[in-house]
Every structure is written in C-alpha cells, then in structure tokens.
C-alpha cells in the first residue's frame, strides 16, 4: 500500500534505500496497491486524486514497479449509470496520461460491493479510453462476489 511506503519516505527512508533492500533481498515489485477512490469528481477531490496519481506513479518509477492497481470504491454509487461512467471515464484517462511517458500501467480492480463492480464494466471503460496503459485485474473471488461476471466472460478475456 502506498501509504506505508510514504510513511516509510516521511520518517528518514529514501527510495535509495528502499531499492537497496530490494536489491539485496532480491525482490522485484511487480504492482503498486493501490489508487483509491478513482471516481472523485469534485473539484477540489479530482485535484486531490491526480496529485495522488502524479505521487504513485513517481514511487512506482523509483521502485522500477511497471504497474499501479486502481480502483473506484462507494464514491460515485448514487449516480446515474451514464454520469458515473462518465467521471470513471474522464478519471481514467487523466490517470493514464499521468502514467504513460514513464512507461507505467495501470490495472484497475472492480470492487464487489460498488456500483462499478464486472469485467465487462471495466473493459468497456478501457475500450472507450483508447488508452494502451489501461487493463484490469481478474480477481475471481472479487467479480463471483460482485456478481456481474460470469466465468465463461473471464475465459472469453483477450489474454494480452
């Protein structure tokens, strides 16, 4: 989780630091966890997130990590489908430009017990964004309990 490691920055710790223990370990961290609440659209929390986003992707290109996992949670439930979908849009992409030209993926995770919460959901959202640092997270036991994916729609998935 990002907030331990920014704990770990605001006490005394480095990124250099952190990289030589993961050096000396030998541990590669293959995904930053994660981007919460991507759906915030007031002004003042939209700013909020893109600076958040703008601070994970720089630890993920210190700690060498190619993907930050992002999700929506309960943030935008109350809204219509088609105005919900449009700020997870709008979110989306912004996330996605912050990552791109440092070569950083993003994989969002539906949540079960949000309005945002199929495969299908997330992959058309991805689809619509155009973007190629955009994919999404196959967690059984999350989309069984969201209950919007079948697993004949997981077998179906694109694999790349």
Do not use: W
């Not at 919460?117 to 992959?123: E, G, P, T, Y």
């Not at 959202?125 to 196959?138: A, E, F, P, T, Y």
Request: charged share 25%; glycine share 6%; net charge negative.
């Amino acid at each position: 989780m990002p907030e331990h490691l920014y704990r770990y920055l605001d006490n005394g710790g480095s990124y250099a630091k952190y990289r030589d223990l993961l050096a000396k370990y030998q541990i590669e961290i293959t995904c930053i966890n994660a981007l919460k609440r991507m759906g915030r659209f007031q002004p003042e929390e939209r700013a909020a997130l893109l600076r958040e986003a703008e601070k994970v992707v720089q630890a993920a290109v210190e700690l060498r990590c190619p993907v930050v996992q992002i999700m929506a949670l309960t943030e935008l439930d109350h809204l219509p489908d088609a105005a919900r979908d449009a700020i997870l849009l709008e979110n989306l992409c912004a996330i996605a430009d912050i990552g791109k030209p440092h070569g950083i993926k993003f994989q969002i995770e539906v949540v079960a017990f949000t309005a945002f919460n199929s495969l299908q959901h997330a992959l058309d959202l991805i689809k619509q964004s155009g973007k190629d640092n955009l994919g999404v997270v196959v967690d059984f036991g999350t989309l069984h309990a969201g209950g919007g994916t079948t697993p004949d729609e997981v077998v179906r998935m694109d694999k790349v």
